[in-house]
Antibody, heavy 120, light 110 residues
């Protein structure tokens, strides 16, 4: 069974940093393209970042996080990460890891999400 | 990276059909056959319902179908059921190799 479990969320002050993790199990993690998607409280979904499968050589970011967030993966640990620096109040959201399960352009598998709150 | 345009809400009675539109540009929806649709119930993670415009993952009822014409994609739900009441989001690949979501549509089953 495919399982994605996010962790690392919490309360952080503006300007602070946080590292999110997504632990994958039940499938060959290295074969899948991966994404981070977030959802602010009461708002819609926002795509955050993408990393290609295998070596993860191809990376893209939303303009809203470019230069502040860094996506990475460790295939040996079946894990995806999101390093978030210079956090702002508007980064407050539930962060989901999502895999491109079918064509790679979809978000076929989702974790349950982890809440990040940026507030003083 | 402007969000795709979806109606804020749609409604229908059990057994009826509804269609949710998702309008973008030639740089996203119109330029690629990589539109997908997601269903999200309150407090839950989104669930993939349609990928690559019109393909259904295994386990998704065939009451759900997708299509595209020009810069607008559509999700149609036929034989509406109470459990279909949820928020629905479209997503598209873009010419910048990024992804973009629609603002979401709240479906109410009357």
């Amino acid at each position: 069974e495919v399982q994605l479990v996010e962790s690392g969320g919490g309360l952080v002050q503006p300007g602070g940093s946080l590292r999110l993790s997504c632990a994958a199990s039940g499938f060959t993690f290295s074969s899948y393209e991966v994404n981070w998607v977030r959802q602010a409280p009461g708002k819609g979904l926002e795509w955050v970042s993408y990393m290609s499968s295998s070596t993860g050589r191809t990376i893209y970011y939303a303009d809203s996080v470019k230069g502040r967030f860094t996506i990475s993966r460790d295939n040996a640990k079946n894990s995806l990460y999101l390093q978030m620096n210079s956090l702002r109040a508007e980064d407050t959201a539930v962060y989901y890891c999502a895999l491109g399960a079918y064509s790679g352009y979809d978000f076929g598998y989702w974790g349950q999400g982890t809440l990040v709150t940026v507030s003083s | 990276q402007s969000a795709l345009t979806q109606p804020a809400s749609v409604s229908g009675s059990p057994g009826q059909s509804i269609t949710i539109s998702c309008t973008g540009t030639s740089s996203d929806v119109g330029g690629y056959n990589y539109v997908s649709w997601y269903q999200q119930h309150p407090g839950k993670a989104p669930k993939l319902m349609i990928y690559d415009v019109s393909n259904r993952p295994s386990g998704v009822p065939d009451r759900f179908s997708g299509s595209k014409s020009g810069n607008t994609a559509s999700l149609t739900i036929s034989g509406l059921q109470a459990e279909d009441e949820a928020d629905y989001y479209c997503s598209s690949y873009t010419s910048s190799s990024t992804r973009v979501f629609g603002g979401g549509t709240k479906l109410t089953v009357l």
